[in-house]
């Protein structure tokens, strides 16, 4: 008989890894239990201070500005208000935030009044909230009841789903069914495919509720890293007004951009293609056999619209050459079509590594020509 229970014992262990639904219980409503539960009708109010680091007008490539920030946030499962204080050496910015079931208001860095925010802001704004609490996000699961993925394994239980335009992951630990980290991929239209990465640290508890002390941000595939520290944590009957609804109150139609593009010439071989829509200037230079193009904003969408525009002038002749002036997203976002159609680009030696980066991105959830038909990078 122990012979019997040593094959089947050793039969189980050559099987292949059981899939996510049988490896045990689903974690996310005693996750749920604990750290959202207590604040359906009840506000978490935290106090925070924390580092924030961002890409901006600098002179290199990833070469951040660093912000320092303190505020205060008060949660429920379904609302989300902030009031926040940024400081950048002796410069000081305001925000307010402002979420419930049927509103969103938001008053940005440096504005006297609401900014009109669009939908799929709205529909997103569970996954901003979890830079500092998770409730809101982990109600919005809940409520949807996800399966775990099969990428669940023994220790953690991962559940997926959409939310404002990202594929956002869920990472619940089975030792204790506390949420450990989100993930969030989403479409940047110079990076392609950009992950965000939320990790839970140093969890406590106020009255019946567990939350996160700190939260570690992991942005644009981990070039940059934020940090929020929760300093002070208490349970509130009420939240302040921090903004009014303006009569007539509604969320924004996202813009429609419209490309636009007219064509003028200085002599015969020089030529500058106005982008409205971006408010740029594109130098199209001909040559007896090819064109060389400079510059181009933004995206692969312009980048594709200037080569059409080329073709026009030119019929017949390729672009051998693309060149920007620096690496900024108005003269290079729309690099990778070029390389899609095998320029070569021409750039400093200090820049090539960042050419490189937008070459080799990743655009699979908004496909360029580039994704779907890859060709080596030309220098």
Not at 62 to 73: L, M
Not at 178 to 198: I, M, N, Q, W
Not at 219 to 236: P, R, S, W, Y
């Amino acid at each position: 008989m122990s012979l019997i229970r040593s094959l089947a014992l050793l039969l189980l262990l050559l099987l292949p890894e059981l899939p996510a639904w049988a490896k045990g219980p689903d974690n996310l409503p005693a996750c749920w239990k604990q750290q959202v539960q207590p604040v359906q009708t009840t506000y978490l109010t935290l106090r925070y201070h924390e580092t924030l680091a961002q890409l901006e007008h600098s002179f290199q490539p990833w070469q951040a500005t660093n912000y320092t920030g303190t505020g205060r946030v008060w949660s429920t499962a379904t609302s989300f208000l902030k009031s926040d204080t940024l400081r950048q050496e002796a410069k000081t910015y305001f925000s307010r935030t402002q979420l419930t079931p049927a509103t969103l208001l938001f008053q940005d860095y440096g504005d006297d009044k609401p900014t009109r925010v669009t939908p799929n802001a709205f529909r997103g704004q569970p996954l901003q909230a979890a830079r500092y609490t998770t409730a809101p996000l982990l109600h919005y699961f809940y409520q949807r009841k996800p399966k775990p993925t099969p990428e669940s394994t023994r220790t953690e239980t991962v559940y997926q789903d959409t939310l404002g335009g990202s594929i956002v992951r869920l990472y619940i630990r089975r030792a204790d069914n506390r949420l450990s980290k989100v993930t969030a991929l989403s479409h940047d239209e110079l990076f392609g495919d950009v992950l965000t990465t939320y990790t839970y640290q140093d969890y406590a508890t106020v009255g019946q509720l567990t939350y996160a002390r700190t939260i570690v941000v992991s942005k644009i595939n981990g070039k940059l890293t934020d940090t929020v520290q929760v300093t002070a944590a208490a349970l509130e009957p009420a939240a302040p007004t921090l903004l009014t609804a303006p009569a007539g109150y509604a969320l924004a139609s996202p813009p429609v951009v419209k490309p636009e593009v007219t064509v003028t010439h200085h002599g015969a071989h020089l030529h500058f293609l106005e982008l409205k829509h971006t408010d740029d200037k594109v130098l199209v230079v001909e040559f007896s056999s090819f064109l060389l193009v400079a510059e181009a904003p933004l995206n692969s969408e312009n980048g594709e619209l200037i080569l059409a525009e080329a073709r026009k002038l030119a019929p017949g002749k390729p672009v051998r050459y693309f060149v920007a002036g620096h690496y900024h997203p108005h003269y290079l976002g729309g690099v990778r079509p070029f390389v899609h159609r095998g320029a070569t680009i021409l750039t400093t030696p200090a820049d090539v590594p960042y050419v490189q980066y937008l070459a080799k991105a990743p655009h699979s959830l908004h496909p360029d020509s580039l994704q779907l038909h890859p060709r080596p990078l030309r220098t």
